[in-house]
C-alpha cells in the first residue's frame, strides 16, 4: 500500500516565525488532504489538494503530484497553531494517514 | 449546514462488552468511513459505507462490524472489547465514495478497563 512520510515529526517556534511541513507519498494518488487536529481530537480540515496550489489567510499548500509531495507553509505563526498537522493520501477509498508533525508555537 | 455527529463523545466499558458507536454525515454526504486513531498505530482505516453497502475495509477483526441507514446515519460496533480497543475513534463524510474531501467528526473516545 502507499506510504506517508511526514517531517519533521517535530517542530517549536516562536509566535512569529514561519514553517514548512513536507509530506511525502509513495505512488501516484487521487487525493490529498491536510488537517489539523485539535487538543479535544477533531481533525480540522485545512486543504484539499491533490495538486496545485492553494491559500488560505496565513497557511498555503502545494502538491506536486508528479513528484510525491505536498508542502503545508504556516506564516506568522500563532500560538493557536499549536497541534498535531496531518497529512493524509486517497487509496481505493480510503485515506492513508501520515504520523503528523506536533507543532508547538511559544509567545 | 450541520458537520458531522458522533455520539456518544466520551464512553468507558470493561473488557468483553460490546460498544456501538453513531455517526450522522453532513446532509446530503452518501459516504460515511471510520478510522480509529491509538497513540501507538496512528489513525487506521476501519471501513467505508455508501448507499448502505460497505465499499471498503480495513485490516481490522472481525469484532469490527459497521452497518449504514438509508438516511446515510451509521454505526459501528465493537464486540468482546479488549483494552487495545481504546482509542478516540473518528468517523468521516464525504459526498461520493472513492474520492473526493473528507469532513471529520469530533470522534468518540472509548476507554477500555
Known amino acids: 500500500g502507499i506510504q506517508v512520510e511526514q517531517s519533521p515529526p517535530d517542530l517549536i517556534l516562536q509566535e512569529g516565525a514561519n514553517s514548512t511541513l513536507r509530506c511525502n507519498f509513495s505512488d501516484s494518488v487521487n487525493n490529498l488532504q491536510w488537517f489539523h487536529q485539535n487538543p479535544w481530537g477533531q481533525l480540522i480540515n485545512l486543504f484539499y489538494i491533490p495538486s496545485g496550489t492553494k491559500q488560505n489567510g496565513r497557511l498555503s499548500a502545494t502538491t506536486v503530484a508528479t513528484e510525491r509531495y505536498s508542502l503545508l507553509y504556516i506564516s506568522s505563526s500563532q500560538t493557536t497553531d499549536s497541534g498535531v498537522y496531518f497529512c493524509?493520501?486517497?487509496?481505493?477509498?480510503?485515506?492513508?494517514f501520515g504520523q503528523g508533525t506536533t507543532l508547538q508555537v511559544k509567545p | 449546514k450541520a458537520g458531522v455527529t458522533q455520539t456518544p463523545r466520551y464512553l468507558i466499558k470493561t473488557r468483553g462488552q460490546q460498544v456501538t458507536l453513531s455517526c450522522s454525515p453532513i446532509s446530503g454526504h452518501r459516504s460515511v468511513s471510520w478510522y480509529q486513531q491509538t497513540p501507538g498505530q496512528g489513525l487506521q482505516f476501519l471501513f467505508e459505507?455508501?448507499?448502505?453497502?460497505?465499499?471498503n475495509k480495513g485490516n481490522f477483526p472481525g469484532r469490527f462490524s459497521g452497518r449504514q441507514f438509508s438516511n446515510s446515519r451509521s454505526e459501528m460496533n465493537v464486540s468482546t472489547l479488549e483494552l487495545g480497543d481504546s482509542a478516540l475513534y473518528l468517523c468521516?463524510?464525504?459526498?461520493?465514495?472513492?474520492?473526493?474531501?473528507?469532513?471529520f467528526g469530533e470522534g468518540s473516545r472509548l476507554t477500555v478497563l
Open positions: 493524509a493520501v486517497g487509496d481505493t477509498g480510503k485515506l492513508i
Open positions: 459505507y455508501f448507499s448502505e453497502t460497505q465499499r
Open positions: 468521516a463524510s464525504s459526498l461520493r465514495s472513492n474520492t473526493g474531501e473528507l469532513f
